[in-house]
């Protein structure tokens, strides 16, 4: 059983910059990998970024590449998001979760969810 959860959400302007958090807790030891998810109103739930735990291997949306940069923290069991440049279309409530054994950009890879945290972009 994992527990994720997220935390640094908020309203900023265009081109500014958040960092979202994902803590971890319970039997962490079996992840695979986390990830990052988004979904705005009306749009299906999209892939941002994964991390995966052995060798640190990490991916991104392109919608994302060179804004956004995943990282993690070992010893806390946390996952970060740091955002970058943010525009409005990146205002959607951001998931974290984690695998047991996928790391791709596939909701339906991953078994646990966060609660959400809602990032509001403004132009």
């Known amino acids: 059983q994992v527990q994720l959860v997220e935390s640094g959400g908020g309203l900023v302007q265009a081109g500014g910059s958040l960092r979202l958090s994902c803590a971890a807790s319970?039997?962490?030891?079996?992840?695979?990998?986390m990830g990052w998810f988004r979904q705005a109103p009306g749009k299906e739930r999209e892939f941002v970024a994964a991390?995966?735990?052995?060798?640190?291997?990490?991916n991104y949306a392109d919608s994302v590449k060179g804004r956004f940069t995943i990282s993690r923290d070992n010893a806390k069991n946390t996952v970060y998001l740091q955002m970058n440049s943010l525009k409005p279309e990146d205002t959607a409530v951001y998931y974290c979760?984690?695998?047991?054994?996928?790391?791709?950009?596939?909701?339906?890879?991953?078994?646990?969810w966060g609660q959400g945290t809602r990032v509001t972009v403004s132009s």
């Open positions: 979760a984690t695998s047991t054994g996928y790391s791709g950009n596939n909701y339906r890879g991953y078994a646990y």
């Open positions: 319970g039997r962490t030891f079996s992840n695979y990998a």
């Open positions: 991390f995966r735990w052995s060798g640190g291997t990490t």
